[in-house]
């Protein structure tokens, strides 16, 4: 079992940057792979980015070269950076940690980008 909190959102203005924390508690987090997916108003969540458990990354085509997913695990935590932010990036981030079958979900944070 483990536990995600996620943090770092709030109110940026178009070409800002944010950097969104998921803070993991209670298993050997190394073994995970996180997620980062957003959910907008009015639309379904989908998927931003990905990091394995030896480090590999993948992103979304909207995000690419714009957002960097990494992770601490000496920290247990894992990061989103998100750079030249526009208004469609406005939605509720959540974290997502899984191994196997086991797939675990953060609270969410909002992220609000101004034009």
């Known amino acids: 079992q483990v536990q995600l909190v996620e943090s770092g959102g709030g109110l940026v203005q178009a070409g800002g940057s944010l950097r969104l924390s998921c803070a993991a508690s209670?298993?050997?987090?190394?073994?995970?792979?996180v997620s980062w997916y957003r959910q907008a108003p009015g639309k379904q969540r989908e998927w931003v980015a990905t990091?394995?458990?030896?480090?590999?990354?993948n992103y979304a085509a909207s995000v690419k070269g714009r957002f960097t997913i990494s992770r601490d695990n000496a920290q247990n935590t894992a990061y989103l950076q998100m750079n030249s932010l526009k208004p469609e990036d406005t939605a509720v981030y959540y974290c997502?940690?899984?191994?196997?079958?086991?797939?675990?979900w953060g609270q969410g944070t909002q992220v609000t980008v101004s034009s």
């Open positions: 997502r940690a899984s191994v196997g079958i086991q797939i675990y």
């Open positions: 209670g298993s050997i987090f190394s073994i995970y792979v």
């Open positions: 990091i394995g458990d030896r480090g590999s990354t």
